[in-house]
């Protein structure tokens, strides 16, 4: 009986190479493909996959983040077998090699693949699934992760975005804004338009120069030097004109109307 599988990468050629290695194998039925950490969620509760073959770095809910929210809210069901991706070594750390849980390192290499697929074989049935809130040995990983994974309060010059399928470092003082929808952090240049592997704009704020970067809203981030214009909107709130190529209007929460007054003396 084939063993049923899901693979979550949000690198479309990634996915087609592992796809292509999984086929040529046998013996896997890749039921569906996800491309960021909400589909993958969406998709592992539909389909109940024997493996799951997850990315550790994706816009919005990385590989771990997923782990967290099926463990804080599916409290029995089992948890399948993860196999995480990744292209850093930093994150194929010795805590990935313990029962129930395997790493790959992009580019994928044939015979480590099929060494994974063999360990998932024989957990699969070798162990009766636990649920997922019973799985101390992943809730001691996860926590391992979250450790090595504390954010970076640097303020280091550099971001690092993802477009058009590269990694590009991009200056701080280059960003016009950035926002979240739906998990996914999207950030703006007056050039270019990328994505974030921060997970939160609390997470990517910490990555940023405090006195440049303001929340002017619960869903954006904006660099004070990159306002083109104060727009004034209904009942006494106001919408900041950027100087991006759309030249994005970017609303003011209420909260921040008075920061905003401060900032450039309304």
Known sequence: MAITALIIDD????????????????????LAQGTN???????????????VFLDV???????????????????????PQIIFATAYDQYAVRAFDVNAIDYLLKPFERTRVLQALDRA??????????PFS????????????????????SHSGKIVLQAHGRLLLVDQKDICF????????????????????????????????????????RSYV?????????????????????????QTEIPVSRAQTRRLRELFKL
């Open 11 to 30: 690198e479309e050629l990634a996915r087609e190479e592992l796809k292509y290695l999984l086929d040529s194998e046998g013996g896997v039925d890749v």
């Open 37 to 51: 950490g909400i589909e993958a969620v969406d998709l592992i509760r539909t389909h109940k996959p024997d493996v």
């Open 57 to 79: 770095q994706m816009p919005g809910l990385d590989g771990f983040a997923v782990l967290k929210k099926l463990l804080d809210r599916d409290h029995k069901e089992p948890l």
């Open 121 to 130: 074989r024989i957990r699969l049935q070798e162990i009766e699934p636990a």
């Open 134 to 153: 019973g799985d101390t040995r992943i809730g001691e990983l996860l926590r391992l992760i979250e450790q090595q994974q504390q954010p970076q309060r």
């Open 178 to 217: 950035a926002s979240i929808d739906e998990g996914i952090i999207s950030v703006v240049t007056p050039t270019i338009e990328g994505h974030s592997k921060c997970r939160t704009l609390e997470e990517l704020l910490d990555l940023l120069e405090p006195a440049v970067f303001w929340r002017a809203h």
């Open 222 to 246: 904006v660099n004070i030097n990159h306002i083109k214009e104060v727009v004034p909107w209904f009942k006494s709130s106001y919408q900041l004109r950027m100087d991006d190529k759309k």
